[in-house]
């Protein structure tokens, strides 16, 4: 069974930057796309990026430019580095993992992560 373990969260600065790590045991996430949401407190849980087992991603609108996925296959993990965080970046990150297509779609995956808490304030 894929199990995956998010890191890296913290308290940040407006501006400031984090980099979270998603780990996977269990099965090699070669052949996974890896999606990292977000829920913030009383709002739904929201898709944030994504990326295949071959390298492709996608970015919600309200980070692109600002935040980077990548994947180290050998290392099993996928990584989202986040630059200018603003306060309403503040949120429970998740990852987690389906197969095939990338997409944004929370329903769609499943394998989900624990969550790491992302606070931004000054």
């Known amino acids: 069974q894929l199990q995956l373990v998010e890191s890296g969260g913290g308290l940040v600065q407006p501006g400031g930057s984090l980099r979270l790590s998603c780990a996977a045991s269990?099965?090699?996430?070669?052949?996974?796309?890896i999606g990292w949401f977000r829920q913030a407190p009383g709002k739904e849980r929201e898709g944030v990026s994504c990326?295949?087992?071959?390298?492709?991603?996608n970015y919600a609108d309200s980070v692109k430019g600002r935040f980077t996925i990548s994947r180290d296959n050998a290392k099993n993990t996928v990584y989202l580095q986040m630059n200018g965080l603003k306060p309403e970046d503040t949120a429970i990150y998740y990852c987690?993992?389906?197969?095939?297509?990338?997409?944004?779609?929370?329903?769609?995956?499943?394998?989900w992560g624990q969550g790491t808490q992302v606070t931004v304030s000054s």
């Open positions: 990326i295949s087992s071959k390298g492709s991603t």
């Open positions: 987690a993992a389906k197969k095939w297509i990338n997409s944004l779609n929370v329903a769609l995956f499943g394998s």
């Open positions: 269990g099965y090699a996430l070669d052949y996974y796309v």
